[in-house]
């Protein structure tokens, strides 16, 4: 009895845990020796933690690790490979809560959700070990009988993975089950807002067998980020993160030509047209474009288009809902929505509010302040719902990353179509109608990688998922996520 009441929380046990911010580099953890940065709770406001982040020297170590460490992962038995990461994902579920609990304590997300991202990274780990073994070439039929020409798919000896703050494991996931299942080795750059889960998934990874060099984790800034994506050895870049980034990843890897897939942000926007079950579709459209992660989702549907008949009876239930969505403590299970990640965001997301209703550019229907009370040291924002958007103002156009949703009147199809393709991002669609014909139409005619119909999907991993124009390009999840990490080898063999 005594153990159990003694025992530690997972927040206690994430807590001890953030003492610990040195990179992970051929199996040992390495000092930082770039800038100090005290990383601080986004619920209360308060200093949890000091890290010394790795900086360009940090990486040239991490390359030179996983380089040594590729010619053995390569050569290692794809049967062999397969059962080290189901080994890992095994690793990773054991530790479902220390691991959640580290993402509450790195971006506030509450930790009910954090576990389930933890679940998905496990699904992505096992999904992609069953591809460690099934990657197969072809016979090209150049001239049967005088010629053997066939492929190999083969890895880019070592991949670096660059992510973002918003859903740290299963970001890392993403990225590093199918890197290291076709045969590479990652250096894994987490963002400086969320580098703790990284590091304790990157020693998870160790401890289930997967040998020192092949996965290394180096949290620095974008210094380091730099530094990986001009380096001549990285053979391949997997980003995600923010268009102005992007565009500074793709200008540094340019230096060596190197490959880049982009998975960036979105303005996702949900259509619900007049037939659909509006009363729970009102619903649903707050709670996935609100309460999610605090709106700090890239493929979340931040605009909502409504059909003019039942325009105002959605506005009301999104407004009811978005006024339910209970903001709190992080870790207690009754809260439904955490705070955002900093400081600055909560002044960037409540300042971009403020400026479209001065401005004329949308009516506030509810919330677009900083939420008070006892809630006033952390970094929250209240569910904020802005109707009759002009959708060429900032606010129903650029992606805001945080509890905002931006709603707008549609007349007929076309109408809907057009205005759901009218920013610069292509990210995700989400169409509500219980007409089959129409939604398969506005399916087709959405300019997104990833659209849903009358529901959201959770990243499954069978599944790929990529933006589209603005939004990056490049695949994430099923066969096209894997083939991201493989380039193929094309060899003649003269038979005579
Ligand atoms: P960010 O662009 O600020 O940072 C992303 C990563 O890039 C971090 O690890 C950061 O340290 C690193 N970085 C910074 N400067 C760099 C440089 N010069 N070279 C290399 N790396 C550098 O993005 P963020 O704030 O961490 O994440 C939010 C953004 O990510 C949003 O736009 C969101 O939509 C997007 N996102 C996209 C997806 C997707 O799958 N499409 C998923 C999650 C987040």
Redesign the pocket.
Known sequence: MTTAVNAPTPAERAKALLADGRSLIGGDRVPGTAETRTHVDPATGTALAEIALAGPGEIEAAVAAARAAFPGWRRTAPGARRDTLRRIADALEAHTDELAALVTLEIGQPFRAARAGVGGAVEWFRYYAGWADKLEGIVAPVAPGSVLDYTIPEPYGVVAA??????PVI?LALKVAPALAAGNCVVL?????APFSSLRAGALALEAGLPPGVLNVVPG??AA??A??RHPQVGKIS?????A?AR??VT?AAEEHTPVVL????KSASLVFADADVASVGKLAAILGLAQNSGQG??LPTRLLVERSVYDAVIERVVATAQGIRLGDPFDPGTSMGPVVSEEASARIVGTVERAVREGAGRLCTGGRRAGGDLARGFFVEPTVVADADPTAPLARE?I?GPVLAVLPFDGEEEAVALANGTRYG?AGYVWTNDLRRAHRVAGALEAGYVSVNGMAPLPPAAPFG?WNA??HGQ?GGRAGIEEFLRTKNVHVSLR
Request: with cysteine; aromatic share 10%.
């Open positions: 660059i992510i973002p703050w918003n859903g970001s750059k987490p963002s400086e807002l800034a974008a980020g730099d990986l994506c980003f995600t993160g923010g268009g980034t500074a990843v540094a998975e960036l942000g979105g890239c493929f992606e990353f990210l933006g939004s990056g994430e």
